[in-house]
């Protein structure tokens, strides 16, 4: 089976602070995928990625960049943490952008 | 602009018996159809599809309908059980999207 992990299951941080989410896939998947769930907005798209070094916005990639050096890594960064970016945030990648999406278990991001 | 919406957030159903979620979409070139089920502080886990060439797709005691001329699809679980309980998502794609479009989720719950 596909495996997305996720690196912190959990993190706070305070406000203004760079934070690094981390997300590593094994099965040679070239599309990944950052999401964020908020209550009442569902799965709202980030960035994605569909292979090493590209990279093209989301949804709502305002505040956020992302980073993908590697094939199976694939990192969110949020260049100065703001409470309107507490939420969990979800990692997927695929073999194709169409279907068979695998997810990682989520990050809950509390931003103070 | 929603191009998949779920118009109810919230769907309470009795153990033993039918739950139907429902899903609307405009966009008449999607062609790929999913459902996603999330239970809290987990990622979504890919649960049913369904391609625009079908009409009905069954998997156990869930089946997914599709209705092209009014864009509308449904999924039902006979019988809902209390570990259906989670929030359902659904998903599109095809056309000039490169990605899944998801909707907005129901949350499920199935009393004892």
């Known amino acids: 089976d596909v495996k997305v992990t996720q690196s912190s299951r959990y993190l706070v941080k305070r406000t203004g602070e760079k934070v690094f989410l981390e997300c590593v896939q094994d099965?040679?998947?070239?599309?990944m995928f950052w999401y964020r769930q908020d209550p009442g907005l569902g799965l709202r798209l980030i960035y994605f990625s569909y292979d090493v070094k590209m990279k093209e916005k989301g949804d709502i990639p305002e505040g956020y960049s992302v980073s993908r050096e590697k094939k199976e890594r694939f990192s969110l960064i949020l260049e100065s943490a703001s409470t309107n970016q507490t939420s969990m945030y979800l990692c997927?990648?695929?073999?194709?952008?169409?279907?068979?999406?695998?997810f990682g278990s989520g990050t809950r991001l509390t931003v103070v | 602009d929603q191009q998949v919406k779920q118009n109810s957030p919230s769907l309470s159903v009795q153990e033993g018996r039918i739950s139907i979620l429902n899903c609307d979409y405009t966009?008449?070139?999607?062609?790929?159809f999913l459902w996603y089920k999330k239970y809290p502080a987990e990622g979504p886990t890919f649960l049913i599809s369904i391609s625009s060439i079908k009409d009905k797709n069954e998997d156990g005691r869930f089946t997914v309908f599709l209705n092209k001329s009014a864009k509308h699809l449904s999924l039902h679980i006979v019988p809902s059980q209390p570990g259906d309980s989670a929030v359902y998502f659904c998903a599109a794609s095809g056309g000039a999207t490169n990605k899944l479009i998801f909707g907005t989720g129901t949350l499920l719950a199935v009393q004892p």
């Open positions: 966009n008449s070139m999607f062609d790929y």
């Open positions: 997927a990648s695929s073999l194709s952008v169409n279907y068979g999406y695998t």
């Open positions: 099965m040679d998947h070239e599309n």
